[in-house]
């Protein structure tokens, strides 16, 4: 697996790993997905950066933050956004 710091030296290369992982359940392309993809979206972002999965426990606690205005779809942006937030706390562990 790769160091999470080495991954944010490029972010636009994340941006695009979110992108492609957001782009296999947003089909009909209207920018949003139901929040219950967020496992799968994780999974598939875990699996292109090549860095480990999050566990049900973590899981769940971003189902909690990710939805701020509460109606059960997920963005692009908050999905990029909670990506960044969580490779930046794995990184920070990383040192």
């Given at each position: 697996?790769?160091?999470?710091?080495?991954?944010?030296?490029?972010?636009?290369?994340?941006?695009?790993?979110?992108?492609?992982?957001?782009?296999?359940?947003?089909?009909?392309?209207?920018?949003?997905?139901?929040?219950?993809?967020?496992?799968?979206?994780?999974?598939?972002?875990?699996?292109?950066?090549?860095?480990?999965?999050?566990?049900?426990?973590e899981v769940?606690?971003?189902?909690?933050?990710?939805?701020?205005?509460?109606?059960?779809?997920?963005?692009?942006?908050?999905?990029?956004?909670?990506?960044?937030?969580?490779?930046?706390?794995?990184?920070?562990?990383?040192?």
């Amino acid at each position: 697996m790769c160091r999470i710091t080495d991954l944010l030296k490029n972010p636009d290369h994340v941006k695009e790993i979110c992108k492609a992982a957001f782009d296999e359940i947003d089909t009909d392309k209207l920018g949003r997905a139901e929040q219950s993809y967020l496992p799968r979206l994780l999974m598939n972002v875990s699996t292109q950066a090549q860095i480990d999965p999050p566990t049900e426990t973590e899981v769940l606690m971003m189902m909690e933050k990710i939805d701020p205005n509460m109606d059960g779809q997920i963005t692009f942006d908050t999905f990029s956004g909670l990506i960044f937030e969580i490779l930046n706390s794995i990184a920070s562990k990383e040192l």
